[in-house]
Structure formats: C-alpha cells, structure tokens
C-alpha cells in the first residue's frame, strides 16, 4: 500500500486490519476479482476502498474519466462509502464523487466535468448520468458492488447488469455482500473473471450475522406503555447515540415527537423526507447535536456511527434479515451494544420465526412494563427514572441547530405546497368523496366562461330580496308533456 494512505489511515487511529480486510486486502490490490462476504459493521468499505485509490493513483487513464465506480444501493450507503474514502485518500489527492437520486442533478454534472477518480453511486442516477452522456464508463478499470444482497432485494438486479455491460472487458469486479442467495451467484458467475471468495465469520449459519458482543433484550410489550419505557430505556447508565427502529413513517414521525416533547434530542428519518432534510437529520446525529435517530429501515444499511450504544426496535422486524441489519448499527467495530425489541402480542408468531432463525433464547418474550424492576436491572436504568429528560441534563444543540443545506431536491416531500389533484372526471377527490362545493370563478374557469357582462359591484339588496323563483318539474310520457297533454 502506498505510504499516503498508510499515513492517512494512522492519522485517524487505524492500524490494525479487520479480518475482511487480512483477506481482501492482498487480493484485491494485485487486480483479482473478488467475491466478498462478511457481517455488517466489519470494516468491508476499506477491504474494497484501499486497492481502488491506490488504483487510481497509478492508472494512466484519461484526466477526467472516473477510473473506478462503486455502486450501492442506498443513498446514505453513497455517502458513507464516499466518506471512508475521503478520509482514506485525503494525502492521495483522489477525486471522489457521490451521484444518487433525490438530488439536483447540476452539481454532479459539474463535478464529472470537472474530472472525478472514483464514482460512488446508485444505480438508477449512475444510468440516467451515462444515458445522457455526462458519465463516462470507457476508462472504468475496477468496479464494486456493495451490499450486493440489498440491491437484489431493492430489484436493482437489471440495472447492475445494463451498468457492468457498458464497462469495459478489462476490469476487475469486487463483488461483497453479507449474504448470497442464488441470484448473487449467478451474477458473479456471468460477469466476474475466476474470483477468490473470501469470508470472514460464518454468515450464512443461523445466528452468526449477529455479532457477539451486542447484548440483546426481547420484551412482549404494551402499545401504551411504549413511549414509557423508551424514554425511560434512553436514560439507562454509558448510553451514548440511540437509533429507535419503526415500521413506518407515520410512526417514526409519532415516535420522533414524542421524544422531543419530553426533552430529548430526537429526529425522524425515513422515505417520506426530501433528501436535504434526511441528510440534515443523519448530520446532526453523527455532529452529537441529536442523540436519537428514529428511522425506518431507509437507514437500517450505510449508516456506520460511532458511539451508537442502543438499537431499539419500537416494532418487531419483519424477518430475521430485517433484524440483524438494524442492531448492526451498535456493536461495530469489536464496540459494544445494547439491542432492545419491543415486541406486541400480535407480534409474536413474526416474532418466534426470527427467534427460531436466528438460534435466539427468546421463544417466550417476558412480558415487561416501564415499572418492570428487571427491565431496569437489565438495562441499568437508574432507580426512580421518570419518563421525562430532566432538564439539566438538555445538553443537546437539537435539529434545529444543524442548517439544511440546499442541494436541489429532485423529489417533493411530504406537505409541500403543491397543486391539488383531487378530481377525476367523475367529479371525484383522490380519497373516493364527491367534490360538493365550487366556488364560482372555479367553476368558470373549468368551463371557460368568463363573467364580462356583469358590473363590478352587483347591488346586494336587489339579490337578497327577490323572491325565489320556484321550479317546475317536467312530467313526460312517452316523450310527450303531460301536463301540456292535459291542459291540451
């Protein structure tokens, strides 16, 4: 390795490789292709990383063309990736872009004009850029795909395959994935060159995704007594960053307030956010000025913290996948955690699957309560704790603290002024009701009628005190009048 990253990597404390890296490491930087598998939190982005800025700094290549492409499935995996090289190649000079969705598309322009060593990127941006011939592939002489598994899931199969088909036939691939289902393999068998597996711990056993050193907690809850015992969880003895999981929006942003109420630092962070104000959030919790992130599984992957203590699991996870992802996000890098799992009755049958699959001890969720002593004993939550942050101990800046920064969101999020579209042609909202009431200048500017004959001030009285006109019905019969036919 090259004495630049070398100084860089010990500049920020690290010395010592992980055991992904041990075996990658020698592979990779001699331009073999390379199936990688570890468990999340294993230092896998600089297993892959390294090699790439070494790589960069001895290609020839073109000055402007990306020389190496890293694709990834989520937006806050981009960022992350594209941080860890940052901070690995930041004696090298490498030039390192993130392109993804959500974002305005002018900045990344720019920066491919502008000459870029290594792309980081999803899938569906990185095509749009290459179909409108901002990015190009001619020069790529290495490609990653990372969490290869999550893109499959994510059915970003089709678009990886158009990406690896227009990158040249001299390259070499690093594939890395904690898991490989079928559709992985067959992958690696069509486009990767006689590659090295490599593994680091036993991944695909039930319960060894799950490192050893989180402490784990599963308790059959109440829905009312939920916020309770949060609140009270998150002022237990060391807890330093908390992440509290939920299933969807509207309950992160439920949770989310909740907390804020009662004093803590907390925000929401989930696919109904514009990208300026997910990226605001994840900010402000890896600055310390929040210290609980309430999420839905958008940043369950890429999210790589220090300092995150506590995984609370607010919901049960759908599947075992789902659970191993999210208390991944303690426990990192040989760090200790705390795992915690609220689990609802209705939640139990969902609940005994992963335990099953995952060789846990919890097939019969103790039920707990926020007054619970063993819930206390357990977690080293100090007795007498109430359900509310003290005030002294308010230290946080908050979200407000952190600034949003403008990047030209692509999307529109939730409660943004925009036009209604509330009726079709039936004369019915978007929400099944019928539209009853239309003020006059709509209904005219619907139908193109323009009131120019009437004065600019309608005497008021004249129309109040006409008498109302009665209506007559009309009774047919057989096409003819009735009441004329009688009077006839």
């Not at 893109?151 to 036939?169: N, S, V, W």
């Not at 056993?205 to 490192?211: C, D, L, M, N, R």
């Not at 539209?435 to 009628?449: F, I, L, M, P, V």
Request: glycine fraction near 10%.
């Amino acid at each position: 390795m090259i004495p630049q990253i070398a100084d860089a990597l010990e500049a920020e404390g690290i010395t010592e490789p992980f055991p992904i890296q041990s075996l990658a490491l020698p592979l990779a930087l001699t331009g073999s292709d390379i199936i990688g598998q570890a468990r999340t939190g294993t230092g896998k982005t600089f297993a892959f990383g390294l090699p790439l800025l070494q790589r960069s700094q001895a290609a020839p290549g073109e000055a402007k063309r990306p020389r190496a492409l890293v694709v990834v499935p989520t937006r806050e995996l981009a960022i992350q990736v594209a941080a860890d090289l940052t901070t690995a190649g930041k004696r090298t000079g490498g030039r390192i872009l993130t392109v993804y969705g959500g974002r305005a598309y002018e900045p990344q322009i720019e920066g491919l004009k502008n000459g870029v060593d290594i792309v980081v990127g999803t899938p569906g941006r990185l095509l749009d850029l290459e179909k409108q011939r901002h990015l190009s592939l001619a020069g790529v002489s290495a490609v990653v795909l990372d969490e290869a598994d999550k893109m499959l899931d994510l059915g970003f199969l089709p678009d990886i395959e158009r990406i690896l088909t227009r990158i040249p036939e001299e390259r070499q691939v690093m594939l890395f994935s904690a898991t490989m289902p079928s559709e992985i393999v067959s992958l690696s068998r069509n486009y990767l060159r006689r590659p090295t597996h490599v593994r680091a711990g036993d991944d695909d056993e039930p319960g060894q995704a799950i490192t050893g050193n989180i402490k784990q907690h599963a308790w059959r809850t109440h829905q009312m007594d939920r916020p309770e015992m949060l609140a009270r969880l998150l002022q237990a003895d060391g807890r330093g960053l908390a992440m509290v999981f939920c299933q969807t929006k509207r309950a992160c942003d439920k949770v989310a307030s909740e907390l804020k109420e009662r004093g803590f630092a907390a925000a929401a962070v989930h696919g109904d956010l514009g990208q300026s104000q997910r990226e605001r959030a994840l900010r402000a919790f890896r600055n310390g000025k929040i210290d609980v992130l309430v999420a839905t599984d958008v940043a369950a992957r890429g999210l790589d913290v220090d300092d995150v203590t506590h995984v609370v699991n607010y919901e049960c996870p759908d599947d075992e996948k789902t659970y191993t992802h999210r208390i991944g996000r303690t426990g990192r890098a040989g760090r200790s955690g705390t795992a915690v799992t609220f689990i609802d009755w209705r939640e139990i049958a969902r609940w005994k699957l992963i335990n099953t699959a995952l060789g846990l001890s919890f097939a019969e969720p103790e039920e707990t309560y926020s007054t619970s002593p063993h819930f206390f004993e357990a977690l080293g939550i100090p007795e007498g704790t109430k359900g509310r942050l003290a005030v002294e101990r308010r230290d946080r800046a908050g979200l407000e603290a952190e600034e949003v920064e403008d990047i030209g969101d692509t999307g529109r999020p939730r409660g943004a002024d925009r036009e209604p579209r509330d009726r079709d042609r039936g004369g019915r909202n978007a929400r099944g009701g019928r539209n009853r009431k239309r003020t006059r200048g709509s209904a005219q500017a619907a139908s193109g009628e323009h009131d120019t004959a009437a004065p600019a001030e309608a005497p008021a009285t004249e129309s109040a005190t006409a008498p109302a006109r009665r209506r007559r019905r009309r009774r047919t019969r057989s096409g003819v009048d009735v009441q004329r036919d009688q009077q006839d």
